[in-house]
Structures are given as structure tokens and as C-alpha cells.
């Protein structure tokens, strides 16, 4: 699984989008192509899972960067920065009209465009999701360890955590890494902690179990346990006192044992 954010750019100067490639690349993120035109960019578009659009408003072929963006957004909505050496009002209206996340002004810095992404992908949580956002208030990990880190299970430190339709986005450093919803095996309690485990890493967030789990909105995430929330998709077996997901053994608590059986009716 691709747990990166997939960025598209649309530059068509070669060196500079070569050069903004590699360090995106180097930052942890998966570019899905280079356009150097609006044509090429809507046939990337459409071909990949594209979670941040990079876009220069000054772009060969019959589209700018302005008329690529509305055209993209015909088939879906996603979060845009423009990258452009122009900033005249004219142009920034024009820019304004889409909804971009951030408008950089050319030459820019790694940090500018660091902050523009992490502020791009909060951002359009909040314009599309709302009200069924994750909160990015005061969502840190604690010092303290998680029991998760404790037992030497590794859980990754993490900061903001955004929900952005299938999939979660938990920053970690300067970048974001999604989750897929459908890729969470469980979640566990650690009182204000909760650590997100998949099959491959675990994640622990400062926010409660009841919390994320309202938050989520995702009905195949289940609660079997005060401690615990499990995703029925990826059960492999159960009995009467737990639940197991690959090699986790999960308890079944008895005051949620009634509720969790009501996934399964009898035929």
C-alpha cells in the first residue's frame, strides 16, 4: 500500500519541476507525474489518486494554470498552491476564484512550501468535510510514552491527524502520511492516547478512543472493548471472549459483546 500523499505537479519549466520533484520525493511524498501542460495534467488526474495539485499558472498549451485547476476540479475537488512568479490583482482574482490552498510567489524555499502543504491538506479537510473532520486542535502526542511504546511495539510518534474521505493523514515531522481507513486492523486505548495499528505500523495520536472513533464516521470500526475498537472487515476469527485479527488477539468485553455480535445475523 501507498501510505504517502500523491502530489501532482503541473510546471513546465523541466529543471524546476525536476528539481521540486526530487524534493518531494526526499520529503517522503509520492509524485504521480509532471504536466507540463493543462491536457496532460487532466489525463494525470484522472489516472492517479491525486491528494495535492502543485500548479504554475503560467503553462504552455491552450489552458493556463488558473483554467487547468477548473478543469480538474470538474471531475473532483482537491487542494491546489499555485506556484507563480506573477502577482499582479488581475491574476490573483482569477487564482482566488478556485479556492486555492496557498498562492506562493516564485522563488520560494523548502519551508514556504513545506508549511503550504501541511496547510493545504488542513485546509481542505475542513472546506470539504466539515463537520466530520478530525480535529487539529491540540492533537500532539504527549511525552510520556504510549503503553504501545512501552511493550516495544514501536508506535510512530505523530502530531496533527486529518480525515480526508478513505483515509486518515497523520503527520509525522514536516509531512503528512495516510492511512487508509480500510488498511486500520484496530484501535487501541492508552487513557488520552489512541494508537492506530495496520498491518504494518502503528500510530499513536493524542486523542481518546471515543473521540476518534466519533470522529471517524466509519461504520466498519467497531467497539468490543473499553480499550478497544476493531475493524470488521479484517476479523479472521472470534469466540466468545476475543477477537483475532492476524496474530492480534483481541479480549471481547461482556458489556459489548451483544452489540458486536449484531454485525453478524444469523442466516
Request: include cysteine; proline fraction near 3%; glycine fraction near 4%.
Amino acid at each position: 500500500m501507498n501510505n504517502r500523499v500523491n502530489i501532482l505537479i503541473v510546471e513546465d519549466e523541466a529543471i524546476l519541476a525536476m528539481a521540486l520533484s526530487d524534493q518531494l520525493e526526499d520529503d517522503g511524498y509520492c509524485v504521480v507525474g509532471v504536466a507540463s501542460n493543462g491536457r496532460k495534467a487532466l489525463d494525470l488526474f484522472q489516472n492517479n489518486h491525486v491528494d495535492l495539485i502543485l500548479c504554475d499558472i503560467t503553462i504552455k498549451g491552450e489552458w493556463d494554470g488558473i483554467e487547468t485547476i477548473r478543469h480538474l476540479f470538474a471531475l473532483r475537488q482537491a487542494p491546489v498552491i499555485y506556484l507563480t512568479a506573477l502577482s499582479d490583482r488581475a491574476t490573483i482574482q482569477r487564482a482566488k476564484e478556485t479556492l486555492p490552498a496557498a498562492y506562493i510567489t516564485k522563488p520560494f524555499d523548502t519551508g514556504q512550501l513545506r508549511l503550504a502543504i501541511e496547510m493545504a491538506i488542513n485546509n481542505f479537510s475542513v472546506r470539504v468535510l466539515t463537520p466530520k473532520l478530525l480535529s487539529t486542535h491540540s492533537v500532539e502526542l504527549a511525552e510520556p510514552q504510549s503503553t504501545a511504546e512501552k511493550n516495544g511495539r514501536d508506535a510512530t510518534r505523530t502530531g496533527p491527524v486529518l480525515k480526508v474521505e478513505d483515509a486518515l493523514f497523520v503527520k509525522q515531522n514536516y509531512q503528512f502520511v495516510k492511512v487508509l481507513l480500510a488498511e486500520i486492523l484496530y484501535l487501541e486505548a492508552d487513557n488520552i492516547h489512541t494508537t492506530i495499528v495496520t498491518s504494518t505500523k502503528k500510530y499513536a495520536v493524542r486523542l481518546s478512543l471515543s473521540h476518534l472513533l466519533e470522529r471517524l464516521q466509519y461504520d466498519r470500526m467497531v467497539r468490543i472493548h473499553r480499550s478497544f475498537v476493531v475493524n470488521l472487515d479484517r476479523i479472521d476469527s472470534f469466540s466468545e471472549h476475543e477477537v483475532i485479527i492476524g496474530t492480534h488477539s483481541i479480549p471481547l468485553g461482556r458489556n459489548f459483546k451483544d452489540e458486536f455480535m449484531q454485525h453478524f445475523p444469523v442466516c
